[in-house]
């Protein structure tokens, strides 16, 4: 009996050379990105159009207190937006959506997403802080 190797087998080879392919693509794909990144002026923003919505803070207790938040709000989640690392103040973001018309007041913003404490914006200060995703809005477009 003649012994059979994978050359008789056309459709297991593209099968083959389709894995290969696909893999070679991914991984080109994740050093351009990686590329950027790695550039002497590294692009980390993201320019999105979102709703702002403001939420009055709730401290540990559970209870719902008059300081106001802002949140740019993403299908995933909100993401609570840091002033003291931004670019833009309140008050400029409270102008812009006071000018928009209708509930829903969406904006679109230069953004970087980042991950750390919420509440601190002195590193020398050693309070207890609100960690996880947030947002800084380094420019209003529209």
């Known amino acids: 009996m003649k012994k059979m190797t994978l050359y008789h087998y056309p459709a297991i080879n593209f099968i083959l050379l389709l894995i290969a392919g696909m893999s070679l693509s991914c991984s080109i ?19 999105i159009t979102a ?9 540990k207790a559970g ?9 740019i ?16 103040s309140i008050k400029e973001l409270n102008e812009k959506l006071e000018s928009i018309d209708g509930d ?12 750390g404490e919420w509440d601190i914006c002195d590193e020398n200060y050693g ?8 947002a800084v809005i380094l420019k209003i477009l529209k």
């Open 73 to 88: 709000q993403r299908s995933i989640q909100d993401y609570y937006i840091k002033f003291c690392e931004s670019n833009v």
């Open 29 to 47: 794909t994740k050093e351009k990105e990686l590329s950027v990144y790695d550039s002497p002026n590294p692009v980390a923003y993201t320019i």
């Open 127 to 134: 309070a207890q802080s609100r960690i996880g995703e947030y």
């Open 51 to 59: 709703p702002i919505v403001k939420k009055n803070f709730v401290n």
């Open 104 to 115: 829903i007041k969406a904006l679109q913003l230069e953004v970087e997403f980042r991950n």
């Open 63 to 71: 209870r719902t207190t008059d300081h106001v938040e802002y949140y």
